[in-house]
């Protein structure tokens, strides 16, 4: 039942590290990305880096909705 366990848990880190890797940075788990959609036209928006830069300045936080 003990190696069952190890095994299970040893599947499991390496499900975690390959299915959802960080970036190897300070914090990297905190990254996040922003896309941006046309809704009326149904495809994405394409945007400058003056609008990520502004988006940047002004966000003070971000809570996960799920």
Known sequence: MAFAICAGAVI?????LFGYPTLPLPAGERVVQIRSRDLVADRPEERLLYDFVVWRDEL???????
């Open 12 to 16: 499991f880190e390496l499900v975690t």
């Open 60 to 66: 003070t936080s971000i809570t996960d909705p799920g």
